[in-house]
């Protein structure tokens, strides 16, 4: 899965790629109730978007597909924001505090196309 960051502060090409490797968009934000998961997400996306922790507090147990994530990541982290969800990749245009941002988490699969 590859992850995203868009914004002004991000340096010259305004984004920070990063990969993590054998896992799908679901699967990585299932790892989210895996003992260790959130510092490992954290790690993961070098601490950003913090707002993960939310997600998690909102379910007792993991997300089963994508259409349960979509619903748990609307109510709980984006919800005033563009959000677009499928299959293979989650993308969201938020208001930062100052500027406009972007997260995007997107399978190696979709990645590849």
Same mark, same amino acid.
């Given at each position: 899965?590859?992850?995203?960051?868009? $914004?002004?502060? &991000?340096?010259?090409?305004?984004?920070?790629? !990063?990969?993590?490797?054998?896992?799908?968009?679901?699967?990585?934000? #299932?790892? +989210?109730?895996? %003992?260790?998961?959130?510092? /490992? &997400?954290? =790690?993961?996306? $070098?601490?950003? %978007?913090?707002? +993960?922790?939310?997600?998690r507090e909102y379910g007792d147990?993991? %997300?089963?597909?994508?259409?349960? +994530?979509? /619903? #748990?990541?609307?109510?709980?982290?984006?919800?005033? $924001?563009?959000?677009h969800i499928d299959d293979h990749?989650? !993308?969201? =245009? =938020?208001?930062?505090?100052?500027?406009?941002? &972007?997260?995007?988490?997107?399978?190696? @699969?979709? &990645? @590849?196309?």
């Amino acid at each position: 899965m590859y992850f995203i960051h868009r $914004n002004w502060e &991000a340096g010259p090409l305004c984004k920070s790629v !990063r990969h993590v490797p054998g896992r799908t968009v679901l699967e990585w934000f #299932r790892g +989210l109730w895996e %003992p260790g998961g959130l510092g /490992r &997400a954290h =790690s993961d996306l $070098n601490g950003a %978007p913090y707002v +993960l922790e939310w997600l998690r507090e909102y379910g007792d147990t993991p %997300p089963e597909d994508m259409v349960e +994530l979509r /619903r #748990r990541i609307r109510m709980q982290l984006w919800a005033d $924001n563009e959000l677009h969800i499928d299959d293979h990749s989650i !993308r969201v =245009s =938020s208001m930062g505090a100052h500027l406009e941002e &972007a997260f995007y988490f997107v399978d190696d @699969a979709r &990645a @590849a196309e």
